[in-house]
């Protein structure tokens, strides 16, 4: 199970270094964030090595896509990381299993086994804490960037039915992360 952290350092360097500056959600604490809240799943869900091994690299590689641009960035991202895991010796049944991590993360998000589900539950862990009005700003402010939405009003709407929508998948996200979305919906909906 080598070749993790000299994954970690490249991608890490590429993402510090090259990302786009407006990229004021989808930046290195966006992955730091995942990363980190696949760490409480591994220490939680008691999983194998070789699981523990493919979360933590599809969490850092997950939104590598954006160093290209946000249009299709799974589909791009899962392809960089595929180049990169290649040249740095690693097995193709490992570098598939990754690319199906990114490719779950894509909305609406479907994962087809476990780890999926945890890694989609760790992109949008915000979506349940308390800190998802921070967050949801600098979310807001890449959108607006991007001209996705120019409004306060369109971000609210974009907001309230992205929570609508959204499902948690993890049993400890449907317990633990599903009450505070709710708080916030209806925050948003009083508002």
Same mark, same amino acid.
């Given at each position: 199970?080598?070749?993790?952290?000299?994954?970690?350092?490249?991608?890490?360097?590429?993402?510090?270094?090259?990302?786009? %500056?407006?990229?004021?959600?989808?930046?290195?604490?966006?992955?730091?964030?995942?990363?980190?809240?696949?760490?409480?799943?591994?220490?939680?869900?008691?999983?194998?090595?070789?699981?523990?091994?493919?979360?933590?690299?599809?969490?850092?590689?997950?939104?590598?896509?954006?160093? &290209?641009?946000?249009?299709?960035?799974?589909?791009?991202?899962?392809?960089?990381?595929?180049?990169?895991?290649?040249?740095?010796?690693?097995?193709?049944?490992?570098?598939? #299993?990754?690319?199906?991590?990114?490719?779950?993360?894509?909305?609406?998000?479907?994962?087809?086994?476990?780890?999926?589900?945890?890694?989609?539950?760790? #992109?949008?862990?915000?979506?349940?804490?308390? #800190?998802?009005?921070?967050?949801?700003?600098?979310?807001?402010?890449?959108?607006?960037?991007?001209?996705?939405?120019?409004?306060?009003?369109?971000?609210?709407?974009?907001? &309230?039915?992205?929570?609508?929508?959204?499902?948690? %998948?993890?049993?400890?996200?449907?317990?633990?992360?599903?009450?505070?979305?709710?708080?916030?919906?209806?925050?948003?909906?009083?508002?």
């Amino acid at each position: 199970m080598q070749g993790y952290l000299k994954l970690r350092k490249q991608v890490l360097a590429k993402l510090r270094g090259d990302l786009p %500056q407006y990229l004021a959600y989808h930046g290195m604490n966006h992955t730091l964030d995942v990363l980190n809240v696949c760490e409480q799943y591994i220490r939680r869900e008691r999983l194998s090595k070789r699981d523990r091994y493919l979360l933590r690299m599809g969490a850092i590689v997950h939104d590598m896509g954006f160093l &290209i641009g946000p249009a299709n960035h799974e589909v791009v991202g899962a392809e960089m990381a595929g180049v990169l895991m290649k040249e740095l010796g690693m097995k193709q049944d490992v570098i598939n #299993d990754v690319k199906g991590l990114v490719m779950a993360t894509k909305i609406p998000q479907t994962p087809l086994n476990d780890l999926q589900k945890i890694i989609c539950d760790a #992109d949008l862990d915000y979506l349940g804490r308390d #800190d998802y009005p921070v967050i949801s700003v600098k979310l807001f402010a890449e959108l607006k960037h991007m001209n996705i939405i120019t409004t306060e009003q369109q971000w609210k709407d974009l907001q &309230i039915n992205f929570l609508k929508a959204h499902r948690f %998948q993890t049993a400890f996200a449907k317990k633990n992360r599903e009450p505070k979305k709710q708080y916030w919906l209806k925050k948003l909906l009083d508002s």
